[in-house]
């Protein structure tokens, strides 16, 4: 029954993959030395990026969005919620002004009415559902009504409680407008949209949040949620999880949660030495990785979720500390402050953010002192969130022989090494991984190091276990074979 297993985890990793989540770019403009908006959605092109939200509705950026293909997220301001909630000719005004004479060659595919509301000095919490029902009102008469989903972005603030993620629940104060919302939103089959920045959980409490916990790193250590023994990676999915949990408390677990704005700032005051470019391009990279390779959380393991990255510039005209001006990818000049791969199946040095790594002449191999078990953990994460080509090891590959755990994980954690910065963190692998100047390639198994070419998609991030025989894994991979048209089926009808 081995082969069978072996096929049907394969089956389930094929199928996760093509249920991944969606990745876009947030577009604010507070700021005074942006580029023009035809300008921007050329540089939003060159990524291939094709959904981006901004928080209002610009006519010259909305026409610049035209004919591009892009799935744009437009909002309502905070400030003209009270006219949407009043009347409902403000509305219909708006929309026959706004979006009517651009839509569809602008794919407008979501309106969010009111932003972190909860976090408004101005108390407008109590506007949002009679504005958001105006809304739904003018789109229905626009025969628009199940073309344009409406939905509210939240902060993390929403809740009263977060930690552990089973016991999230939403602050009492908001239930007034909450539970209508809610319900508004699962009658119009609407996510939850959320505002996430696990930069913010470490910044504030670096004592009990790790640096490597917030940027998905596999340095880091595993947090056991007490009340249902889920284990955490990374605090993402703590906070995805948290307002699962919340919502499943109220009885509202079928709504998808959506991510409207999450990243990391590149630039900060003295006091925020978290907030450095090498630091974005890590938590930005394993994000993009996590949505697009590894959906799901703990709680719902395998559901996809769509997430924003905010943001696409650095805006000087931001109020606050230093650092709430520095969260962009790119200066407003539009040279890159570092590079992002989007499809999260790439490889872009953390450290540079070439597509070649320097290692300085060192590699990474398995610790002759590492135990069994943690040397199969970190092949395992290596092989698959870690994204690692792992098709060398495979039974009948150049690197499959000696067929031992020590090797197989030595070439993998060489992989990721030199993917990702050939620096001591990279080689850590919970103290399983050491670095090493002598070259640990041997007859045709050559190992990765500096300049080598490095592929550009993971043909095999399974977790490899020793013991496999070419006359199994042939058997396995005929069973896969014959299970391609209900892979593809399932794809398709996604």
């Not at 916990?213 to 993402?236: E, K, R």
């Not at 990243?263 to 990279?285: F, H, I, M, S, V």
């Not at 994204?387 to 990721?416: G, W």
């Not at 069973?479 to 048209?485: G, I, N, Y």
Request: with cysteine.
């Amino acid at each position: 029954m081995a082969h069978v297993a072996f096929v049907a985890l394969l089956f389930l990793l094929l199928v996760g993959h093509c249920l991944g989540g969606k990745v876009g770019i947030c577009y604010g403009r507070n700021a005074d030395d942006l580029p023009a908006p035809d300008k921007v959605v050329q540089l939003i092109q060159q990524q291939s990026l094709k959904y981006v939200r901004i928080y209002d509705t610009n006519i010259d950026v909305i026409k610049a969005f035209a004919n591009t293909g892009v799935e744009l997220m437009v909002g309502v301001p905070n400030s003209d919620l009270l006219p949407f909630a009043q009347y409902q000719s403000n509305v219909d005004t708006w929309l026959k002004n706004s979006i009517l004479p651009y839509y569809p060659a602008t794919m407008i595919t979501y309106i969010t009415v009111g932003a972190e509301v909860t976090e408004s000095p101005v108390n407008v919490s109590a506007l949002v559902v009679p504005a958001m029902r105006n809304v739904h009102t003018a789109l229905k008469k626009a025969g628009l009504h199940k073309k344009i989903t409406i939905s509210s972005t939240h902060s993390l603030g929403i809740l009263s409680r977060s930690f552990p993620p089973s016991a999230g629940a939403f602050n009492s104060s908001y239930a007034y407008f909450l539970k209508p919302m809610l319900e508004f939103l699962v009658e119009n089959q609407a996510p939850f949209m959320v505002d996430l920045y696990p930069y913010y959980a470490y910044q504030n409490s670096p004592s009990n949040v790790s640096l490597n916990y917030a940027l998905f790193s596999p340095q880091s250590q595993d947090v056991i949620d007490p009340n249902t023994g889920l284990v955490y990676t990374n605090m993402f999915d703590a906070q995805i999880d948290s307002i699962f949990f919340a919502l499943m408390a109220l009885n509202f677990k079928t709504l998808k949660i959506m991510v409207t704005e999450t990243g990391w700032p590149n630039k900060g005051a003295a006091k925020e030495t978290g907030a450095t470019p090498d630091n974005a391009q890590t938590y930005n990279t394993n994000l993009i990785r996590h949505v697009v390779n590894d959906s799901g959380t703990p709680a719902k393991p395998g559901e996809e979720i769509d997430v924003y990255i905010f943001s696409l510039f650095n805006e000087n005209r931001k109020p606050g500390i230093e650092s709430e001006r520095n969260w962009g990818l790119f200066f407003p000049d539009q040279s890159s402050i570092y590079s992002l791969d989007w499809t999260g199946r790439g490889n872009v040095d953390i450290m540079t953010g070439g597509n070649i790594t320097n290692a300085n002449g060192t590699w990474c191999v398995a610790s002759a002192n590492a135990s069994e078990t943690d040397l199969q953990n970190g092949l395992n994460w290596a092989c698959g969130p870690g994204n690692v080509d792992c098709s060398a090891i495979q039974p009948s590959q150049p690197c499959y022989q000696p067929d031992t755990l020590a090797s197989h994980a030595s070439y993998a954690f060489n992989s990721y090494y030199q993917q990702n910065g050939a620096n001591d963190v990279a080689c850590d692998f919970g103290g399983t991984g050491v670095r090493t100047t002598k070259d640990p390639s041997y007859d045709t198994c050559v190992y990765m190091a500096a300049g080598s070419k490095m592929s550009t998609t993971n043909s095999s991030n399974l977790p490899v276990q020793s013991g496999f025989s070419p006359s199994r894994f042939d058997k396995n991979f005929y069973l896969l074979f014959s299970m391609l048209p209900i892979m593809i089926a399932a794809c398709i009808c996604h």
